[in-house]
Each structure stands twice: as C-alpha cells, then as structure tokens.
Nanobody
Framework: QVQLVESGGGGLVQAGGSLRLSCAAS????????MGWFRQAPGKEREFVAA????????MYGNSVKGRFTISIDNAKNTMYLQMNGLKPEDTAVYYC???????????????WGQGTQVTVSS
C-alpha cells in the first residue's frame, strides 16, 4: 500500500510565476508504483498532469503543461515534486498526487491519492 501526503507548495501566485508542490510517500512498497499528478478545476474533469515510475523512466506530461512543468523524485526524502513554471490562470486548480500499480494517464487507474492542494494563478 501507499500513503501520500501533500505538504507545502500551493497558494496564490501571479501569472508567469512558479510554484513547487511536494508529495511525501510511505508504505511497504511505494517505490514499485507509478506516480502521478492530477488537477481539477471548478466544473472540470480531473486532468492528467504528469507521471513517472518512482525509480525513474516512463515519464509523461499532459499537453497543456508540457515544457512548463517537471515531475521529479527525491528518493532520499521519499518525496515527489511538481515544479510549475510559467504559470497561467488556466492552471488554477486543486492538484493531487497519486500512485498506481501500472502506467496510466486516467484518474480511475490510480488507487492512492494525496489530499490535494489549491493552486491559484491570478491574471
């Protein structure tokens, strides 16, 4: 099993700014999982943002964030990050970290979720 806790990184930022979200992982075999970031804006479907194997490889990004966001892992700290640069108002959403047993880009494929953190980008 995997337990995920998002800590820090969210908040309010002006367009063009940057934020880094953190997701601390724990559990018996969390390094065997495929890790992802999703976001959900008001009135919108939960959207795939980025994902990778904990130990590296198979990195994927959603088209709307490619070139601006970077997913990374600090294995020593058991923490996954989402670095968000060049933020736009349309990036405003609640951001969730998640873990799945296999490679996936759909929210229903992810069994474990963090609690979510609000990111708001002003014009």
């Amino acid at each position: 099993q995997v337990q995920l806790v998002e800590s820090g990184g969210g908040g309010l930022v002006q367009a063009g700014g940057s934020l880094r979200l953190s997701c601390a992982a724990s559990g018996r075999s969390f390094r065997n999982y495929y890790m992802g970031w999703f976001r959900q804006a008001p009135g919108k479907e939960r959207e795939f943002v980025a994902a990778r194997l904990w130990n590296g490889g198979s990195t994927m990004y959603g088209n709307s964030v490619k070139g601006r966001f970077t997913i990374s892992i600090d294995n020593a700290k058991n923490t996954m990050y989402l670095q968000m640069n060049g933020l736009k108002p349309e990036d405003t959403a609640v951001y969730y970290c998640a873990a799945a047993a296999n490679r996936a880009m759909t929210a229903v494929s992810y069994a474990y979720w963090g609690q979510g953190t609000q990111v708001t980008v002003s014009s």
